[in-house]
């Protein structure tokens, strides 16, 4: 028997068939070609770039889900060139890329090349998290691509020393007491201070003070102040270096010259911190020529009632070390509990406001002085610590509603407070107990 079908059902069936088709293709092509996660970069180059001026690396992560944790940086390290991570908090937001929706987290690195030529920023690794299938947590590790920019040379800079690129520097050289006259023993202190716009404190050259023959020279470590406020620095380097008059004579400090190149108005300018002449003269109370060419110092020691005034100095002298030592430490224990438990109420204040920026960032400023996890401070390693799940939900659901650009209705400022009051409480009871059992350290 032969059946025959009508045109319209035929039609219907042909139609319904090319629909599916069509349905399997578009649903492969949006599930296959959606990636959960990736990262894009962007160099910000400036129409020249000049050694020292700051560079900006962009560094994007994306998810189409939402984000979990902080960001790591295995920044590089290249010879010539300073990489740094910016300190402000990154940009959020969202993003449309080729009809899928992504929510997005910007960082910044900063670059400062230091000399003329061509310049390469190697690949790095990026590590974040993000909410994967069934809204579990999926750590990764993606790679950047190799960089590469020139930096133009600087026309009539010393190329053997470093210039200060920055539109606007000060550079502050004082001494304290001001070397005039000076007799063998004193001391002079001086204080060079350089401050400088989009620039910061380690990107200055050192201070070289040199060996001076009859001159004792001692140079403190370099204080560095930054301020960072939207991305633009203010940086500060501060050089100690003590004189000590340890012969007479007439000894010359020499001049330093600092090279500062402005990209702005292109010019290049030497600035001279002066030198200073020191006439010491001889310190009669430390020497003074005997008749045989001894000085008073040997005479003295050969003087047997001496020795028992210095034994006795010696012994004072040790006594009051150990009691300034005992004392510092008996003022250092209390302020460092102090700050961690006044960290510790505002983060509770703050948490009963329900406001999530606020929240995360007093959390984090008290995770960090509390210690628990070292210098990290990081929010996945507390949690785990603690071994909480109520804890460890908490925290995810405030990562959420801070990263994945929506308010999440499950997260309680007052709960978080309740699950990080309890780790506070176990995390030290375990810290205290693990004490008792540790040998105090040497030389503490």
């Not at 010696?314 to 961690?340: C, T």
Request: a neutral charge; charged letters at 20%; one cysteine or more.
């Amino acid at each position: 028997m032969t059946t025959t079908r009508s045109p319209i059902l035929h039609q219907c069936s042909c139609l319904f068939m090319v629909l599916s088709l069509l349905s399997l293709t578009f649903t492969d092509f949006a599930f296959a070609n959606t990636d959960p996660a990736f990262i894009k970069t962007e160099l910000k180059k400036n129409e020249k770039t000049w050694p020292g001026q700051r560079q900006t690396l962009y560094v994007k992560l994306y998810t189409t889900t939402s984000f979990s944790g902080s960001t790591r940086f295995e920044l590089p390290k290249v010879s010539g060139m300073l990489i740094m991570e910016s300190e402000d908090r990154p940009l959020l937001g969202t993003e449309k890329i080729d009809g899928v929706s992504y929510i997005f987290k910007q960082h910044e690195i900063t670059l400062f090349p230091q000399y003329a030529g061509s310049m390469t920023v190697p690949p790095f690794s990026v590590e974040f998290g993000y909410r994967g299938a069934e809204n579990k947590l999926v750590e990764k590790s993606f790679s950047t691509h190799e960089l590469q920019f020139t930096v133009a040379e600087i026309p009539g800079a010393d190329p053997k020393r470093v210039v200060i690129t920055t539109t606007n520097l000060h550079i502050d050289d004082r001494w304290e007491p001001v070397p005039e006259k000076a007799k063998v023993g004193d001391a002079f202190t001086r204080i060079i201070t350089m401050t400088a716009d989009d620039l910061p404190g380690m990107a200055f050259p050192p201070f070289n003070a040199g060996r001076i023959e009859g001159l004792g020279v001692y140079t403190k470590p370099a204080q560095v102040a930054d301020k960072m406020q939207r991305g633009a620095f203010t940086g500060k380097r501060i050089e100690t270096i003590s004189y000590v008059c340890e012969q007479k004579g007439l000894f010359t400090i020499a001049e330093t010259q600092v090279q500062w190149w402005n990209p702005k108005s292109e010019s290049l300018q030497n600035i001279v911190l002066k030198g200073v002449e020191l006439e010491v003269a001889a310190n009669p109370l430390l020497q003074k020529e005997s008749p045989v060419g001894s000085n008073v110092f040997e005479e003295n020691l050969r003087s047997s009632w001496k020795w028992p005034l210095l034994i006795l100095l010696f012994a004072v002298l040790v006594a009051a070390v150990v009691v300034l030592q005992i004392r510092r430490i008996q003022k250092q224990r209390p302020l460092v509990l102090d700050m961690e438990n006044d960290l510790f109420k505002e983060f509770q204040q703050v948490s009963a406001s329900g406001d999530a920026k606020a929240t995360m960032l007093a959390l984090l400023h008290w995770l960090d002085y509390s210690n628990f996890t070292g210098n990290s401070g990081r929010i996945s390693a507390f949690v785990k610590l603690a071994a909480d799940s109520e804890l460890s939900t908490q925290v995810e659901n405030l990562e959420t509603t801070l990263y994945a650009g929506g308010q999440d209705k499950t997260w309680s400022g007052d709960r978080l407070y309740i699950r990080v009051q309890r780790a506070r409480k176990k995390l030290k009871h375990q810290k205290s107990h693990a004490v008792q059992y540790v040998l105090p350290a040497l030389n503490p």
